[in-house]
Structures are given as structure tokens and as C-alpha cells.
């Protein structure tokens, strides 16, 4: 019970300490060097690639809502504004979502870290980028994908992004580690941060075939995957899309 705690604390932290950097960790951005409107245009460009994949797809059949789990400051809420009249964003940092209400009020923004708030069969679109990965366990980030098929309408498409293996240097992940362990002596996150240049950023993997299982359990289809390097550079990722059939 104390994991889900510290990692709600953890993303406080960082959603005060340098947010932008927390969600999309280019290594030159760092410390707060992301100017906003670029980073702002990265979810324009990465929302553009998604609807160009669905669309392929034929996915999803209507355009009604949309869900952005895992939002951050809306970086790619506001952009999928431009496709769905109802755009919803969860995240379980309350400091990002002060942040993502600013830059997107046409939006609705919810504090949770599930989305077990939202009905059966409600979204056409659910999208989670950078986020399965940094959950506290595997068992987490399983639930969460049951639960995105869930809330996902007939015909409509779910799409996220899961490293599909990590070497076991990077599993021990020392620097969280770190950071945890002065945390829990009193040492600032500021200075374990930007002095120590710790953060506590977890990261984890499930694989291809356990990603599918969850999904053909939980009722959905998973009817592409693509392997990528480009959001978990140099491990590999899986970005999966989904449906549930009518």
C-alpha cells in the first residue's frame, strides 16, 4: 500500500522541479532547458502521426471522446483537441494538471492514477505515451491496460507505448535508487536533483507477448504493433493499437 504514495510524491517532485523535462527527458533538456512552445509543438507532431497510423486502421469509427492517460501538462491533450470534441487528461500529479488546466482549458483534466472514474465503453480514442513505463510495478501497468480496453468503445482505438525488454543494468537503476534513499533521510528533492542530479523516474518493460495476453483477456484485439526506439531511445518499445469489436 505505501508504493502508490511515494509514487504520487515522486511525480510531485518532479512536477515541481522541471515538469517538461519529466515528461519528454531529452537529455540536453534538462534542467529546465525545454522552451515551451517547443515542446509544446512535439505533442502537435506526435498527435498528427497518431491519427495518420489510425487512420489506416480505419480506427476509430466515430470521433466523439478522447482520452490522454498519463497527461502531464497536456502536451498531447490540447493536441488531440484538434480531432475530438471532448478531450479528458488523467495524470496523478496534481502539480502537472494545474499546469495542463493553463495551457489547455478546453480540455477536462482529472486527478487519478487509474481510470477506474470512467464508464464502461466511453472513449474512442485512449492514448498513453511515456507513461506504462514509469509505473510502480508490472502488476500496475497490466491493470491499467485492462482497464484502458475497458472504457474503450466498440470500433475504437487504444494505442500505448511499452519498452519491450530492459538490460539488467538498467533494471537495477541505481540513481532512483539513490534518490529514494536520501529522500527517506530528509535530504531536499531539490538538492538530490539538481545538485546530485538523481531523480526518481522508474522505468519497467513488459513483453510482447504478456502485453498481448492482457489485451485478448480483458476483451480487446490487438490489431498492430510497431517497434520503435523513439520513445524509450536506446531500448526498444512496442507502441500497440487496439480495438474492441462491435
Known sequence: MRTVPLHARDWEEMASLDPLWAILSEPEKRFRNWGLEEFLRTGGEEVASLMQAAEKLSLPKERR?????????????????SYFPECHGVDISQGMLEKARQLAPECQF???SDLTSFPARHADLIYSSLVLQHQPNRKKAAALIADMVRILTPGGILVFQMPIYLPLRNRLQLRRRAYRLLRAFGVSHAFAYERLKLNPIRMLALTQPMV????RTAHGTVVDVQHTTRFSEPFTSAIYY????A
Open 65 to 81: 471522446r478522447a482520452i490522454d492517460f498519463g497527461c502531464g501538462v497536456g502536451r498531447l491533450t490540447r493536441a488531440l483537441r
Open 110 to 112: 482529472h486527478h487519478a
Open 212 to 215: 498481448e495476453k492482457i489485451v
Open 242 to 245: 487496439c480495438t474492441v469489436q
